[in-house]
């Protein structure tokens, strides 16, 4: 019976991830096409002519396995922090009443504000008179402050009732071993989504490090496949090859993590 | 039906007396205080920092790093308001932000909720499916999407003119050209609001929808009264993120279209770009900046205004 | 409640980890600027797009390395990025040895090396070279580029209608409209011509018609001749979505895509695109065709890039390596590998393939009018002096035209204004 009831939803279900998944077919199918193939009419989804050359031409340019582990090294331990700091920040704003906070509330929200072409060339100026340039911290620190991060963390806790802080203020648990043993465990699963976003962002950061960094073996993946951008022409089969490559670390990463948001026993804390 | 009115806690104490322990009142100060440092020190130096350079160039001539420039007072602003393109990319900008914000939720929030069903089948494939495209960068987005609805050469007026009837102008007609931006840009960031609400829903006691459900509530009226309500919290933040994020759009329309046909969808960033940064004019770029900046404030404080019950009792 | 003490001791661990390891990367760098190689190591040559164009540098590179032990580094940078790059370089202290650019850069641009040394004496095309007017030589060019007209080869011979093949018999654009709607006739094409969007191309066109450009009078006044006003008639009413798809200039749809899709039965571009059409286009011949000409024979030419050499501990060393290059032997040899075409006076390149297109394209230069020279070394002139439309105005104004917003005269106004108050009188 249950089986039954299951049809409309998932066929609900599975026609919107179809019409999602298209798009992102064709970009994959593309990429196993040879060059003269991808403009030719009439317009196909599977390539008449499967290659890899795409794939070979992208794997021996670009030096991958090196580009993975620099983006990695700097995409986990910007993750680490960007999780801690907005965790901090979020736990304050939500359970925590004053004014300067609300103010400092919508400080952050502010940074959101500015289109980043603004803010680019002086946080340049500021890393450079910090003297950060040409470090690894010089791409981790600016990028810890997000707001996106900061206000998931304050939503999410503002949905833990006040009791279970009275409580175990009653206990007798001061302000930070509360945070660290309670708040923190109880918002597993919305870290886990911030950790996800975050280090997604930072595998497509190519802008900054590539101002930041002089030597190109320190440069991350994006700033590596955006060089197929050529002036005159862009080697739609290599890109589109690269691309593929560059997406699979993310996609595995997501596979793994995403049961942690989904299965999280959140409940725990609210046993009823 | 209305949710319980009481959260049923359990703690060993529930009974014991309310004693507020002294220390209280000051702890209650110094540690949010604590909490936030590191934010406030990154805050003064990654966007007060660079954000009042770029307040004192808005009344400056500057052109650029290494030249030498004037303070003009209030011209860039004068002549900012003087503009009518200036106003058109803004008003641009707000049909789509109005267009886009209830399209993102909708659709998110709707596969958010099939994701989280007990009924439907398939769910952890699906999940990887509406993630994929948020991993593409914009410039494999654009081409792609520009293969799908190109104006002469794409798939979708290939089919429809295999079924017979005439193709769409997706590219020069500015009104087709809105639309198929409110149809990447939702497609492009659904996995992101969709996993916010996917968190929320999870956090949501089953306790709750299973009560409704043995009081006989359907499908519909459980999350209509119990899920909504409780995902407050997190839609207010979807919208709030979603219009900020929609009046700051640029680099996935430069991709589908350079905001074409000719001017007709340029947006209020592009604008800034066009006049400011591809000029060298840097001060009316941070000019136009400053202003979109007000804008957005006065929106997220109006915002701000529906995100007052967050008391789950 | 469940204290998940063990896990969480294991977290404060890793975030203590954490911030050390941060504050050890804060300190270590790994710079490899010229400023910190000092003179033993590598020379780092900042460019862009050459491993999609044969790979011809890093060739070089190699071959300089095979005999003279020295290291130049290529480090290929996307194009939209690379001047941003640059400047931050220079912000920072941290300039390569060398770089090929697009255009000088204000902030750099008293940073650089004279490169008198190696131009003297030289058939290097100096009209092409940013020389200040104290015989400062900022930049010279690698290569050089022109327009041309490319045709769907088999479309025309499907359709029955010839093209001129010699200098003589040349087409006018009328001319060239009616073979091309025959052939879209003939042969069922949906369109007959596209052209890429860009001013650079639309110069050719306008040059074409008896244009002389736009100009600058001694007050810096910019203004033109009544013939860009009747070539930009013509334009407009060749983007009809019937002869070109209107797609292209008001959508930035891809030119390049358009007509490699063998649906478009001409392309106005340019040389570059010799050496990606012969790997990437198999289901059609194309080939290269003399531009029209209404009355004027003309292409739009100039170079897609220059070398300038930094200031620093390296220069010597980067002087060398670029007068290796542009040694005649040595330069014919990059030519061949990233099909250029050469910007060396007198050189005879043999292209791997398509040398006939090659040839058309030089003859085409050789025939342009002295206008196209001129505009070229005003625009270098302003180059030198740190100034330039970081805009396109010509392009911009002409799209807003296209697509309706505003009538031609408005539109030949607000490029002179547009002109005019960015760069004013000739310096």
Known sequence: MKALRSIPSTAILWIVALLYLIPVAWFVLSSFKPGSELFSLPLRLFPQDWTVSGYVTAWTRFDFSRYFFNTATVAIITTILTVLVSAMTGYAFAKYKAWWLKAFFICILATTMLPTEVIMPSSFIVVRNVGLFNTLAGIIVPSILTATGIFMFRQYFSTVPDELLEAARIDGLGEFRLFWLIMLPLARPIAVVLAIFSFQWRWNDYIWPLIILTDPKNYTLQVALRSIVGADNIDWSVLLGASVISLIPMVILFIVFQRQIVNADINSGLKD | MSAPTQLPVATPIADAPRRRPRTTRRSQLVAPAILISVAIVLFALFFVWPGALAVMYSFTDYRGVGSRFNFIGFQNYTRLFADDAFYASLGRTLLYTVLAVPAHYVVSLAVAVLLTSSLAKGKTSARVVFFLPWLISPIVAGVIWRWLFGENFGLVNYLIAAMGGQGIRWETDATAALLLIVIVGTWGSTAFNMLLFVAAIRNIPRSYLEAAEIDGANAWQRFRRITLPLLAPTSFMVILLTTIGSMKEFAMIQALNGGGPGTQNMFIVQYIYRTGFERANIGYASAASMILMLILVVIALIQLRFDRNRDLS | ?427
């Open chain 3, 1 to 427: 409640m469940r204290l998940l003490t063990g896990t969480w001791k294991s977290v404060a661990a890793i975030a203590a980890a954490t911030v050390a390891l941060t504050l050890v990367t804060a300190c270590s760098g790994g710079g490899a600027s010229q400023q910190s190689q000092g003179t033993q190591q590598p020379l780092q040559f900042f460019l862009s797009g050459d491993a999609n164009q044969g790979g011809g540098f890093a060739h070089m590179a190699q071959k300089y390395q095979q005999q003279t032990g020295a290291t130049v580094e290529i480090v290929d940078i996307a194009n939209a990025d690379l001047p941003t790059k640059l400047k931050s370089a220079a912000q920072a202290n941290a300039l390569p040895a060398m770089a090929r650019v697009g255009a000088i850069d204000p902030v750099w641009r008293d940073l650089t090396v004279d490169l008198a040394p190696i131009t003297n004496g030289s058939k290097i095309m100096m009209k092409l070279a940013a020389v200040t007017s104290e015989g400062k030589v900022l930049s010279i060019p690698t290569d050089v580029t022109a327009v041309g007209m490319f045709i769907n080869k088999t479309l025309f011979d499907k359709a029955g209608v010839k093209y001129p093949t010699t200098e003589d018999d040349i087409w006018t654009w009328d001319e060239f409209v009616s073979a091309v709607n025959q052939v879209k006739k003939e042969a069922g094409t949906k369109y007959g011509m596209v052209m890429d969007r860009s001013s650079h191309r639309l110069s050719a066109f306008l040059y074409e018609f008896g244009s002389t450009h736009w100009q600058p009078d001694d007050a810096g006044q910019f203004s033109t001749n009544d013939a860009t006003k009747q070539a930009l008639e013509y334009f407009n009413k060749l983007n009809d979505d019937s002869f070109m798809p209107r797609s292209v200039w008001l959508a930035e749809g891809d030119g390049n895509a358009l007509f490699k899709s063998g649906d478009v039965a001409a392309y106005m571009s340019g040389s570059w695109q010799i050496a990606d059409f012969a790997v990437n286009i198999k289901d059609f011949e194309w080939a290269s065709v003399y531009l029209p000409k209404q009355p004027v024979r003309a292409t739009q030419f100039g170079n897609a890039a220059n070398i300038v050499v930094y200031d620093g501990p390296q220069k010597q060393q980067a002087l060398d390596f670029v007068k290796w290059l542009y040694d005649p032997a040595n330069y014919t040899e990059l030519a061949t590998k990233s099909s250029f075409l050469p910007a060396i006076e007198g050189l005879k390149v043999t292209y791997a393939s398509n040398g006939d297109a090659f040839d058309l394209y030089n003859s085409e230069i050789a025939a342009a009018p002295e206008i196209v020279s001129t505009i070229k070394s005003q625009a270098l002139a302003y180059e030198v002096a740190g100034m330039a439309t970081e805009g396109d105005p010509v392009r911009d104004e002409t799209v807003k035209y296209l697509n309706g917003e505003q009538d031609v005269d408005t539109t030949i106004k607000n490029i002179n204004e547009q002109l005019t108050s960015q760069l004013g009188p000739l310096p």
